[in-house]
C-alpha cells in the first residue's frame, strides 16, 4: 500500500489537486477515498463500450490507450506516470469510447465519480480545473489535429475568453444598432437612396461580426506532452501553426490587466531560447498557467518521468535505473532528435550520480554519434549511423551495468539509492573586467547558486595554485574572457595588436576542461573588434557577453543540461 504522505505528494504535482491544502490533499489521499490497484503487462483496465463510474490516475507504469473501428485496433495514445484517464465520460454519463490495457506491471490510483462530484462542490478551484479539464477535451474531440505525431497525447486546448470576443464585436455592433434607426427612418421618409447607402454599412457590420466570430472560433492554443502550440486558422487564407518543445521552455509567465484578473483572463507567455509563444485572452489564467508548467516541469524529467524515484517510500536500484535506460533504447524511434536527447540527458544525469562528475563513461557518452559525418548522406550511410550509434550506446550501458556487478561501484544510502547531489557551487574565472565578474556572479547567485571567486577566499598561507586546487571541487566553471591584455607575434607590425584575455584565465580553463569536462564549461567573452580568442579549444562553448543579455540564457540551457535545477524565470 502506498503510504499517505506520498500519495499527497503524489497529487500536488497534478494540476486538478495543486489549490488545495495538506489537509485536503490528504484527506483525499485516504484509501477509502482513493482506491489503489495493481495490473500486470497486458491486463485490460477497462474496455471499449463498458460502463464507467472511475477517474484514473497513473501512479506507476504505463497504460495503452485504443480503440476499435472498423474491425482494426487503433492506438490513441500510451499515457505514463502522472497521467489520468477515464474522464472522457465524467460529464457526458456515456459509456468509454476506448480501452485501456496496462503495458509493463502499472499501478493506478484512482477516485470514484461520486467523490469527483462531492470534491466539485465542495472546492470551488477543484471544480474550475475539472471545467478545464472538460473543455480542453470537448474541443480537442472536435480539432482535426492530423499533425500529432505518435504517442503525443493532447493534455490543454483553449480559445481566447469569451469576453475578448464580446470586446471586438461592441464596433460592429453598435455601427449595426446606429445604423437600424436611420434606416426604418429612410423607409418611412421614402428616401430610397439613404435606404441603400444606410444598409451599405448594416451588411459590412454583419459580415465583419460573422468574420471576428469565426476568427475567435478558430483560435486555438493546445499543450501536448512535447509542444505548446498556438493554432490560427483563416478560412480560405491560411493555417498559422507557431510551435515550440516543451523541453526547449525558458519560462512560463502569466500577465493580466485589471479587467482581466477581475474576470480571470490574460496572456501566457511561453518563452525559449529563440522565440517566444503567447496564449492571449485565454480564460482561467492562473490554473492554465499552472497547467503548462505542470507539463514543462514535466517535459523536463521525461525521461524520469515513466521511472519514478520513490516507490512506496524507498528508492529505484541502481540496476533498474540502467535497465530503463536500454528499454528506452530499445523503444526509441529511428532519427527521432527529441527522443534520443531526452536519451542521451538522462544517461548522462544517471552516470554522473553513479559514477561520478569525472567518469570517463560520459566521454565515451558525448562522443557517441548516430548522424553521418559526411554531408551531404545517403540514406543508406543515415541508415548505418544510427544503428552505429544505438549499438554503441547499448554497449556502454551493458559495460555500466557489468561495472556495478562486479565491483559495486556506487556508494549508497539507506537501501541501494541514488548517491550524490551536483554541488551548487559555480568556479568564477576573471581578469581585470570588474563589472563583467560582479555581474555575472549577481546573475548566478539570482539562480540560487553559489559563486566562488578565489581573490574572495582567505589564503591561508596557500599559493594561488594550492587555493584553485582547493576550492575547485564544483560541479561547473564559468570563465570571463575579457580584453585585458594586448599582444602581437613577433614578426607582426607594432601596429598589429589584439587584445586578448589574461594568460592565467587562458590556464584556468584548461585546468576546469581537464576536471570537469568541456560540457561543464561555459566561457564568456567581452565582443571586441580585435580580440582574440583562445586558439586549440575547440568543442568549448564560447558565448559572447552581450549587452541584451542572451548570454544569461545560454547559462541556464548549459546549467540545465549538466543537472542543475535553475530557473529561467529568476532572471527576469
Known amino acids: 500500500m502506498i503510504p499517505i504522505p506520498v500519495r499527497v505528494a503524489f497529487l500536488r504535482k497534478i494540476h486538478l489537486f495543486q489549490d488545495l491544502a495538506e489537509e485536503d490533499l490528504t484527506r483525499i489521499a485516504d484509501e477509502k477515498i482513493l482506491d489503489e490497484k495493481s495490473y500486470k503487462a497486458g491486463e485490460q483496465i477497462f474496455t471499449q463500450g463498458s460502463q ?9 507504469g504505463k497504460v495503452r490507450v485504443a480503440m476499435e473501428h472498423n474491425g482494426q485496433q487503433i492506438e490513441l495514445a500510451i499515457l505514463v506516470a502522472g497521467d489520468y484517464f477515464g474522464d472522457s465520460i465524467l460529464f457526458t454519463e456515456k459509456r468509454h469510447s476506448a480501452g485501456v490495457t496496462a503495458i509493463g506491471d502499472t499501478t493506478l490510483l484512482s477516485l470514484s465519480y461520486s467523490n469527483i462530484e462531492a470534491l466539485s462542490r465542495q472546492f470551488q478551484k477543484v471544480r474550475a480545473n475539472y471545467q478545464i479539464l472538460f473543455e480542453s477535451r470537448r474541443l ?14 493532447v493534455y490543454f486546448v483553449a480559445r481566447k475568453h469569451y469576453i475578448w470576443l464580446i470586446k471586438t464585436l461592441t464596433m460592429p455592433i453598435f455601427i449595426l444598432l446606429v445604423s437600424i434607426p436611420l434606416i426604418v427612418w429612410s423607409v418611412l421618409a421614402h428616401s430610397w437612396l439613404v435606404v441603400v447607402l444606410s444598409m451599405i454599412p448594416f451588411f459590412a457590420m454583419i459580415v465583419w461580426g460573422i468574420w471576428e466570430a469565426i476568427d475567435w472560433s478558430n483560435s486555438y492554443y493546445i499543450v501536448t506532452n512535447e509542444r505548446v502550440i498556438s493554432l490560427k486558422k483563416v478560412i480560405g487564407v491560411y493555417v498559422s501553426r507557431q510551435e515550440a518543445l516543451l523541453s526547449a521552455v525558458l519560462s512560463v509567465d502569466a500577465e ?17 531560447f529563440v522565440s517566444k509563444i503567447e496564449f492571449t485572452h485565454v480564460a482561467h489564467l492562473n490554473r492554465t498557467e499552472q497547467l503548462i508548467k505542470e507539463h514543462w516541469i514535466r517535459s523536463k524529467h521525461g525521461d524520469e518521468k515513466n521511472v519514478p524515484r520513490e516507490h512506496y517510500g524507498g528508492y529505484m536500484d541502481s540496476f533498474e535505473l540502467i535497465t530503463e ?21 538522462r544517461a548522462e544525469m544517471i552516470i554522473r550520480n553513479l559514477f561520478g562528475l569525472t567518469s570517463k563513461y560520459l566521454d565515451d557518452l558525448n562522443h557517441i554519434s548516430f548522424y553521418p559525418m559526411v554531408i551531404p548522406s545517403t540514406e543508406a550511410s543515415d541508415v548505418r549511423s544510427w544503428k552505429s550509434g544505438c549499438d554503441e550506446l547499448w554497449n556502454l550501458f551493458n559495460t555500466m551495468e ?7 561501484h556506487t556508494s549508497k544510502q539507506d537501501s541501494g539509492t541514488i548517491l550524490k547531489q551536483v554541488s551548487n557551487q559555480i568556479f568564477i574565472v576573471h581578469g581585470h573586467d570588474e563589472e563583467m565578474k560582479q555581474y555575472v556572479a549577481r546573475i548566478i547567485t539570482r539562480l540560487e547558486l553559489d559563486p566562488i571567486i578565489l581573490h574572495e577566499k582567505p589564503n591561508q598561507g596557500r599559493t594561488i595554485i594550492e587555493k584553485i586546487t582547493d576550492y575547485s571541487n564544483v560541479s561547473f566553471a564559468v570563465i570571463l574572457l575579457s580584453p585585458d591584455d594586448i599582444a602581437r607575434k613577433r614578426n607582426d607590425s607594432p601596429d598589429v595588436v589584439k587584445s586578448r584575455a589574461r594568460q592565467n584565465v587562458v590556464l584556468e580553463l584548461g585546468y576546469f576542461l581537464g576536471k570537469l569536462g568541456r560540457n561543464r564549461v561555459i566561457a564568456l567573452y567581452r565582443e571586441d573588434a580585435n580580440f582574440e580568442m583562445p586558439s586549440d579549444y575547440s568543442g568549448v562553448l564560447f558565448v559572447p557577453f ?10 541556464v540551457k548549459e546549467l540545465k543540461a549538466s543537472g542543475f535545477d535553475v530557473d529561467a524565470n529568476k532572471l527576469i
Open 256 to 272: 493580466a490587466d485589471t479587467t482581466g484578473r477581475i474576470l480571470d483572463y490574460g496572456n501566457i507567455i511561453v518563452r525559449t
Open 325 to 345: 535506460l536500454k528499454q528506452q533504447l530499445s523503444e526509441l524511434p529511428y532519427q527521432d532528435s527529441a527522443k534520443l536527447d531526452a536519451l542521451r540527458r
Open 140 to 153: 480537442a474531440a472536435h480539432l482535426p489535429l492530423e499533425w500529432l505525431q505518435v504517442d503525443e497525447v
Open 52 to 60: 464507467g463510474d472511475r477517474f484514473f490516475l497513473i501512479f506507476i
Open 546 to 555: 552581450d549587452s541584451a543579455g542572451r548570454w544569461q540564457f545560454d547559462l
Open 402 to 408: 557489468e561495472e556495478l556487478r562486479l565491483f559495486q
